[in-house]
């Protein structure tokens, strides 16, 4: 076969002569080293070079075809190799994040659904992209809605742990834009990893809501759960416990913030102290103790929040019930922070979803790659002593071979 790598100071002069002669240099020398791989690529797929006469050889080029490729330098004009048989993609097609496939097709969509606003052009603009057509659109939602759907339909197991959330967000339906709950539930594997178990997009917080949202992952094997750690929404106390019959831990962190709220600022300081005397006892009676004695000490001057402290401090001490190894990460939904926060630099980019499949869409492929990220992680998140041995191979099934 010919020279398989190209001599350093030649591709160094090959490129300074694209950039010189380009309108776009960063883009022009994107295509031509992308234009270098493809050929290499296709050298290995066949086993010899253009015109090479070789007993290695194995397939034979077919010309050339025009495609168009989205990326953050913006939109690339590559002239992909045509092989006769078996056909070749180039490598780095698919390897673009698939959470920013997500992204880049909802806003797409809503361009070519007539919905979008002027801050959406200027975000597909940003990215690059220099044309929007239908058939485009269809194709890259149809693959990745297929991902999501494998992802919420997968089958679950044991998880003693379930956190859950839900964030707004706003979303056109039935031409009204209306703000619906993205309700996220996360877990801990016998192992000790974190999971993602599951997602819908309701719209709103309601008993029934919660209830067949639970349903929904029991019905795909979730099973072993003692407890399940969220904030005070609406309905999802009740519905836990009738669906998962596990025990609910209310937020401690947002207890908190509920408390503080009913008082003066100048107050707030010397209560707070207090109530971090009544989370630091390593029982369940102590603990009981001390809250016992802080609303003594301050029903007179602070009626109020010591109304909403009593009427949820039970819920906020389940936590004790569980192994002094597992408590910090299982008395507030803390965990879910930084994800919530991640799904919302993404969705702060769209603004309001086309319609309810884009929201699912954008949402399930981000929890995708934090659901692998977790699985694959160095360390477990929580240690059980019961744990079984986990096999590196079968980690985590990924996702991936769905690409």
């Not at 160094?12 to 290499?40: C, G, H, I, N, Q």
């Not at 045509?82 to 797409?108: C, D, M, N, T, W």
């Not at 690059?128 to 990745?144: D, K, P, R, Y």
């Not at 339906?173 to 974190?194: C, L």
Request: aromatic content about 6%; proline content about 3%.
């Amino acid at each position: 076969m010919a020279k398989d790598r190209i001599d350093r100071n030649e591709l160094a002069d090959k490129l300074v002569e694209t950039a010189s002669a380009a309108e776009d240099p960063m883009r022009a020398m994107a295509e031509m080293v992308l234009d270098f791989l493809m050929e290499a690529e296709v050298t290995q797929k066949v086993g010899a070079d253009p015109h090479e006469r070789s007993d290695e050889r194995t397939g034979y080029r077919n010309g050339h075809r025009d495609r168009r490729w989205d990326t953050r330098l913006g939109t690339l004009s590559l002239k992909i190799p045509k092989v006769r048989e078996g056909g070749y993609v180039p490598s780095f097609i698919e390897h673009r994040k698939r959470s920013e496939q997500a992204l880049i097709s909802v806003i797409q969509e809503a361009v070519v659904q007539g919905v979008s606003t002027r801050k959406i052009e200027v975000v597909l603009a940003e990215f690059g992209i220099a044309g929007v057509s239908a058939g485009q659109v269809s194709q890259l939602c149809t693959a990745l809605d297929e991902k999501v759907r494998q992802f919420r339909e997968r089958p679950l197991g044991e998880s003693r742990y379930v956190w859950v959330d839900a964030l707004y967000e706003k979303v056109r339906e039935d031409d009204r834009v209306e703000s619906m709950a993205v309700v996220i539930a996360t877990g801990v594997n016998p192992q000790g990893r974190r999971e993602v178990l599951g997602f819908d997009v309701i719209p709103t917080e309601t008993d029934e809501g919660w209830t067949q949202f639970f349903k929904s992952l029991k019905e795909r094997g979730l099973s072993g759960v003692q407890l399940v750690i969220s904030d005070a929404h609406g309905g999802l106390k009740s519905a836990a416990r009738k669906v998962l019959k596990a025990e609910w831990q209310r937020c401690k962190v947002h207890f908190y913030r509920n408390v503080l709220s009913q008082l003066p600022k100048r107050s707030q300081t010397e209560v707070s102290e207090a109530m971090k005397a009544v989370f630091v006892q390593r029982d369940e009676k102590s603990a009981k103790t001390k809250a016992s004695d802080l609303v003594k000490q301050f029903q007179s001057r602070f009626s109020k929040a010591m109304d909403v402290f009593e009427a949820g401090i039970d819920d906020v001490l389940s936590y004790l019930h569980y192994p002094a190894g597992h408590r910090v990460r299982i008395s507030s939904t803390n965990p879910l922070e930084r994800l919530n926060r991640e799904i919302r630099r993404r969705t702060r980019v769209v603004g309001i979803f086309p319609h309810r499949g884009a929201c699912v869409r954008l949402i399930g492929m981000l929890l995708v790659e934090i659901h692998e990220d977790w699985l694959t992680d160095d360390k477990a998140y929580l240690l059980f002593d019961d744990a079984p041995v986990e096999d590196s191979a079968t980690k985590v099934v990924s996702m991936a071979a769905g690409q």
